[in-house]
């Protein structure tokens, strides 16, 4: 019996653009404390290896920095066990990339990093199992990674546990064709008993046409979009491939990795699903109209491990003056509690105060014509005019607000 | 309230006034010359009404002058519907409030001073005359500019708020300034209307686009290097691809070049025998095809040989011939030749005999032009020397001409004259002093002076030039001799300094001054002149046309001519044949010769002509002669080289043992290449190897290329280290800076937004209350004819501000209209804004001192309907327009004064009685 830990898609040094600069450095540093977090579950339940399906790093063009600090972590200590990890379409082996630079370069094997390059089969140290890895060489590329393993396949008395390693698409629906389209029935055709992809980025396992689970993605290890949301607009993160921000290039908001134990040879393997994130990224929209803003104060204010937590809430509905002035208390709470880069997004907040209020708010002169012009306006079909009023008429409640009599 | 009456003593320079039963409405004008008092009436209404209690000492520069007495003011006014009196003697605590009753008696109300006082100012509105309605209808001497907006009385504003409506609330002028002050965060100045203003530089949002701006370039930059990568990426992965390809082809290449290589050396041997067989054959080929040459070249050269042989004779026989015609032809140019050199020799004499014929003709020319020159010569010479003569009599002879005559002349004249003055009889001095006179001296010519005897005597003494008499008390008396100009002295002076300068100018002709006859020999001198020189003149003009160059041509061209004389007699006697002497028998005879030297001519020509004939067929002659030479020779060279080159060649058994020596050979070679003759394979196998070699070559050339550009590709991958971060944290600012910039842009033009909304929506506002009063201003102004203006702009304090033109475009202050217009437009809304808090029930008094003083005629005109307008009030406005009790103080009641006006004479003793001054 083996066990093993598979994760994927690390992207370490990841691209991310659209938060305040210093959120940018803590989330993408958040992606080396998850990898030490994977690190530490494997020791803490003593797997045999680890394997990693590709796309350790976001390009091949990362800092040295993240490159040396990617491999300290993964060579661990002299108890760690080993880490067999090939090149995704994100850092794909080019040359001059960073596989070919320092601490990369240095002659393999290392201690406990094993940097798969050539597709040919390595033999896992100590067990009775193989492992077949497919390295890319290309962003994109129109050939079944896994292909070449079709020149090995097993013998009748070949009791070697088999474990394929691959970055690609598993052609179960339509996909663009240079998108490393690897055959969906690969792991029983070429004999494998387990074959640990990456590529996608939200968990899944798929059957195969004998009806069992050998194939699985093991989802990235920390989630690097909202849920719902476009990767694109919510991080500045995009893949490479031809059809961009697609839905399998989606998370759910958290990091996860896939223990696998396989008995034997030919065994269904099992596969255990394992949150290995540091942080988790929630989007969340709420309706003002129909819950109060001391509910979502509440609420907010409540919950569980929120420094842990990338919260993007979005509010809209109609409110009072007074009720939207207290917004800024709710947005305190989610800039202050929250981890950084959480913001609250209240554009959609409409500000209308009840016809015994409008008198008490804008009076009867010419703040009260102001109103009625900007109201026409915030229904002007010009969305930039739309827009301005829009952002007009709440300040205006703003400002009328602040200089109500006390 | 209005006024009904009033009554004013010891007021200023006022004895007494009186103007009771005012009318309730309308205008009133009280008229009068300045210094009559109309200001001072003013100011007792202004005083009694609000300004000042009867006890006050304030007023003490208003009392009169000199009379002791104490000014009395009691106006009667109407305010809530009932009358009242107020009479106030000022100085005193004297003072009584009456209103009148319903029957017409007056009731005393108070007469306390100061409840008087208090009393009044509650009833007339306040108790300064400077504030509240009367800062507007009550107008002191000549003001027209309306009261600026902050200082403009409160009270009234909020009147007309109350009336008008509400303008802007204090909640909106707290919104406004939030807004302005949140505005001037992005922007510096003023905001203005209809202009995108520029948000001022140095404030974050300007900091953040430019930063924004700065990070977008270096991201741009960025994401070019990191697109170039890709690229790079690309075209490593082609390379890679390529690589693979051309290995493989390496590795197939290089063993079919093996297989060449073993191919080419099992070919060898049999490639070598061929190539030796190919070789004798060839050599064999070679000497068969050279003996046969050579067999062909034996029989060429004997064949030539014979032909040059036969073709000598005929050349010879034709040299032969041409020698014998060149002979001929050489016999007859001789003879042709003697006779023309006799017929030369001929000629030549003939031409010798016209050329001493002509000689001689011109030697008889020439004997007849030498006669004449000779003369010409003569009668020159004549004239010359008479010419000479007469320079030499000049010369020797000068005269003064005609201008230094009558200096001359002027000169002697003027000595004669001065002589006379000199040569006048001297003058008689008589002096005869009465008795006991005082002692005097008298010096004569400059001698010493001589005491006078005092005897009573006359004395008589004779003054050649110069009387001086000095008598004592009295002073020194001068007589001097002389003419008017000048004293004796002096013109003896004169007469020295004309006899010297005669005398110099004589002495230039060779005469003395001192000759009395100095002149007249001059004179006879100058008639004689002026007789030579005409001579002379007519001399010098016949010599100058017969030799116009002197002398010297004449003399020479007469040697000339005696030269040319004496060599022709010298070869005259050369001559043999006698020549006749005379002129008709030379020229007879020059003829004769000329005809028969023509003759001699042609001849001569003939025979040249025939000669040249003969030198040509001589010449033809002697060519084909040469001609025929040279073909012999060339005849006789040719046979000889060709029996030459027959004598080289071998002998012809020779020849024929050499040629079957060579086809045995031949048949030998061509057995041994039947025996090796090579496959195709055999053939090819050089080229199929050199071409496989540059196959390999190739393909590896195009590794070592790849590989390089892959190395290239690689370093510049290398390169790229750190460009992935790079490129996150500079689009990580820019979108943050993109945020922030969009926010704050947002916030800007929302605020900005806001700050336009409410000063347009306040605009409006103000222009819907105010619409009556602005309606009624504009429609005042059209009828004034002041400017065209389509809006008046008022501010918060109902005053206006801004006046815009017809068509919107521009706007004005009213400071840039005209002083006049500025004084009509003032009076314009004083009387509007004065009828809006005015009603039926309770009309309000305008009092103008001296106004309109900046209005022309021809506004004054519709002034005065103006003012009545006004004063009539308007119920039917909204708000309505209520009457007013309009009082014109003016020295010119002809500029109000209409049918309607209430006109009062302030000079009418009735009226007013003024202090005396």
Redesign the interface.
């Given at each position: 019996m083996i066990r093993f830990l598979h994760a994927a898609d690390l992207h370490l040094?990841?691209?991310?653009?659209?938060?305040?600069?210093g959120a940018?450095q803590r989330i993408?540093e958040a992606r080396f404390t998850a990898l030490q977090q994977l690190r530490e579950k494997a020791a803490e339940i003593q797997v045999d290896f680890i394997v990693i399906a590709g796309d350790v790093f976001?390009?091949?063009?990362?800092?040295?920095t993240?490159a040396t600090r990617a491999f300290a972590i993964l060579e661990g200590s002299k108890d760690s066990c080993p880490v067999f990890l090939i090149s995704g379409n994100h850092d794909?082996l080019?040359?001059?990339?960073?596989w070919?630079?320092d601490p990369w370069l240095r002659d393999q094997p290392h201690l406990r990093v094993h940097f798969l390059k050539h597709a040919e089969p390595v033999d896992v140290p100590g067990l009775s199992a193989t492992i077949f890895p497919c390295p890319l060489?290309?962003?994109r590329a129109m050939d079944d990674p896994t292909a070449w393993i079709e020149r090995h396949p097993r013998t009748s008395d070949d009791r070697t546990i088999r474990i394929g390693l691959a970055h690609g698409s598993l052609k179960i629906m339509p996909l663009p064709e240079d998108d490393h389209l690897i055959h969906p029935d690969a792991a029983e055709r070429l004999g494998l008993d387990y074959l640990a992809l990456g590529h996608w980025h939200k968990q899944s396992s798929h059957r195969s046409s004998d009806g069992i689970q050998r194939t699985a993605y093991s989802g990235t290890h920390e989630p690097m979009r909202f849920a719902g949301v476009s990767a694109e607009v919510a991080t500045?993160w995009s893949s490479f491939s031809s059809d961009g921000d697609a839905e399998r290039f989606c998370d759910d908001g958290r990091g996860t990795a896939l223990l696998v134990t396989i008995d034997a040879a030919g065994v269904p393997p099992r596969i255990e699903p394992l949150e290995i994130g540091r942080l988790r990224w929630q989007a969340e929209h709420r309706e003002m109209t129909v819950q109060p803003l001391g509910e979502l104060i509440s609420d907010y204010s409540r919950r569980e491990n929120p420094e842990r937590t990338l919260l993007r809430l979005t509010l809209s509905g109609v409110v009072e003056p007074r009720e939207y002035a207290r917004l800024e208390e709710l947005k305190q709470i989610v800039l202050n509690r929250y981890h950084a880069g959480s913001s609250l997004d209240a554009e959609a907040v409409l500000i209308e105060p009840s016809a015994n209020q409008l008198d008490e708010v804008?009076?009867?002169?010419?703040?009260k014509?102001?109103l009625e012009?900007?109201k026409e306006?915030a229904q002007s079909t010009d969305a930039a005019s739309q827009?301005?009023?829009g952002?007009?008429l709440?300040?205006?409640y703003q400002?009328?607000w602040?200089?109500?009599p006390k | 309230v209005i006024l009904e009456g009033f009554e004013i003593e010891n007021w200023s320079c006022i004895r007494k006034a009186s103007v009771p039963d005012l009318p309730p409405s309308g205008l009133i004008v009280l008229h009068g010359p300045n210094r009559t008092g109309k200001s001072s009436i003013v100011q007792a209404l202004r005083a009694c009404l609000m300004d000042y209690a009867s006890t006050t000492t304030a007023l003490k520069s208003w009392y009169p002058r000199g009379t002791g007495e104490k000014p009395v003011v009691c106006v009667t006014f109407r305010t809530g519907g009932r009358s009242y009196r107020i009479k106030k003697c000022f100085g005193s605590n004297k003072s009584e409030l009456a209103s009148q009753t319903a029957t017409g008696d007056w009731r005393i109300e108070t007469q306390s001073a100061a409840d008087a006082h208090e009393r009044t100012c509650g009833l007339v509105g306040g108790s300064d005359s400077a504030k509240g309605l009367h800062q507007l209808l009550w107008l002191t001497q000549a003001e027209f500019h309306l009261p600026e907006a902050k200082k403009f009385d409160a009270g009234v504003q909020a009147q007309l708020r109350g009336i008008l409506g509400v303008l802007q609330t204090p909640l909106d002028d707290r919104f406004i300034e939030h807004v302005k002050e949140r505005w001037s965060v992005w922007y510096s100045g003023q905001r203005k209307t209809g202009k995108q203003q520029q948000i001022k530089a140095g404030c974050k949002l300007a900091e953040n686009l430019q930063r924004l701006t700065a990070d977008q370039q270096v991201l741009h930059d960025s994401e070019s290097k990191f697109r170039e990568m890709e690229g790079l990426l690309r075209h490593a992965e082609d390379l890679e691809q390529a690589l693979r390809d051309l290995n493989r082809q390496v590795e197939e290449r290089t063993g079919e070049l093996a297989s060449r290589q073993e191919e080419h050396q099992r070919s060898q041997s049999r490639i070598v025998a061929r190539q030796q067989a190919e070789k004798d054959h060839a050599v064999a080929e070679k000497e068969r095809v050279s003996a046969l040459d050579e067999q062909q070249q034996r029989a060429a050269a004997s064949n030539r040989c014979q032909a040059d042989e036969h073709a000598l004779e005929p050349a010879r026989e034709k040299m032969e011939a041409t020698a014998q015609r060149v002979n001929e032809l050489e016999i007859t140019r001789t003879k042709q030749r003697a006779t023309l050199l006799a017929q030369r020799d001929k000629r030549r004499y003939l031409q010798q005999r016209a050329n001493q014929v002509a000689a001689r003709l011109g030697a008889l020319g020439d004997a007849e032009k030498l006669s004449a020159a000779q003369e010409d010569l003569n009668r020159t010479q004549a004239i010359a020397d008479e010419v000479d003569g007469l320079r030499s009599f000049l010369a020797d002879n000068p005269a003064p001409d005609a201008k230094q005559l009558d200096e001359l002349k002027e000169n002697r004249q003027k000595v004669a004259r001065l002589q006379a003055d000199c040569d006048a009889a001297s003058m008689h001095l008589t002096i005869a002093p009465v008795a006991n006179a005082v002692a005097a001296r008298l010096a004569l010519d400059n001698r010493p002076p001589k005491e006078l005897p005092d005897s009573a005597a006359p004395a008589i003494h004779t003054v050649r030039r110069k009387a001086d008499l000095f008598i004592v008390g009295f002073g020194r008396v001068e007589v001097t001799r002389g003419t008017d100009q000048a004293d004796v002295d002096q013109i003896e002076e004169e007469l020295r300094c004309c006899n010297e300068e005669f005398s110099n100018a004589v002495a230039a002709f060779g005469i003395t001054g001192n000759d009395p006859n100095a002149l007249d020999q001059l004179i006879h001198r100058a008639a004689e002149h002026r007789l030579k020189h005409a001579d002379f003149a007519s001399k010098m003009k016949e010599l100058k046309k017969l030799a116009p160059a002197g002398l010297e041509p004449l003399e020479a061209k007469v040697r000339q001519l005696k030269t040319k004389a004496e060599d022709v007699s010298g070869v005259e006697t050369a001559g043999v044949e006698p020549l006749p002497d005379v002129r008709n028998d030379l020229d007879q005879l020059a003829a004769t010769l000329q005809q028969q030297l023509g003759e001699a001519d042609d001849g001569i020509k003939g025979l040249e002509s025939e000669g040249d004939a003969i030198e040509e067929k001589l010449r033809v002659a002697r060519l084909e002669e040469m001609a025929a030479k040279e073909a012999l020779a060339a005849g006789m060279a040719t046979a000889k080289s060709s029996r030459e080159e027959l004598d080289r060649l071998r002998p012809v058994e020779q020849i024929a043992q050499r040629i079957s020596d060579a086809n045995r050979a031949l048949e030998d070679a061509q057995v041994r290449l039947e025996r090796t003759t090579l496959t195709n394979d055999e053939l090819t196998i050089d080229e199929r190897l050199k071409a496989a070699e540059q196959a390999v070559a190739a393909l590896q050339s195009q590794i070592a290329d790849s590989t390089r550009k892959f190395d290239v590709i690689r370093g510049r991958l290398l390169e790229s280290e750190g460009l992935h971060a790079r490129r996150s944290s500079l689009a990580a600012r820019v979108d943050e800076l993109t945020r922030l910039t969009e926010r704050e842009s947002l916030e800007k033009d929302a605020v900005d937004r806001l700050y336009t909304l409410f000063e347009e929506c306040r605009e409006k506002q103000l222009g819907t209350l105010l619409g009556p009063i602005h309606d009624r201003v504009l429609g005042w102004m059209r009828v004034l004819d002041i400017g065209d203006y389509q809006q008046v702009r008022f501010n918060d304090a109902f005053l206006p501000e801004k006046l815009m033109n017809r068509d919107g475009t521009a706007e004005f202050t009213v400071a840039e209209e005209s002083t006049g217009a500025q004084e009509q437009i003032g009076m314009l809304v004083r009387l509007a804004l004065g009828s809006t808090l005015a009603s039926t029930a309770e009309p309000a008094v305008a009092i103008l001192d001296d106004p309109l003083t900046h209005c022309d005629i021809g506004r004054l005109s519709k002034m005065r309907s103006i003012l009545r307008s006004a004063a009539e009030g308007n119920p039917n406005l909204t708000p309505p327009a209520g009457p007013l009790q309009i009082v014109v103080l003016t020295c010119h009641p002809e500029w109000f004064r209409d049918e309607r006006a209430t006109v009062i004479d302030l000079e009418s003793p009735e009226v007013m009685i003024r202090l005396p001054v």
């Open positions: 040094g990841m691209r991310i653009t659209r938060f305040e600069e940018c993408c976001d390009d091949h063009s990362v800092s040295r993240d794909p080019v040359p001059g990339g960073v070919e630079r060489r290309q962003r500045g804008v009076g009867g002169g010419v703040l014509r102001v012009k900007l306006e827009r301005v009023a952002q007009a709440k300040l205006l400002i009328a602040e200089e109500q | -």
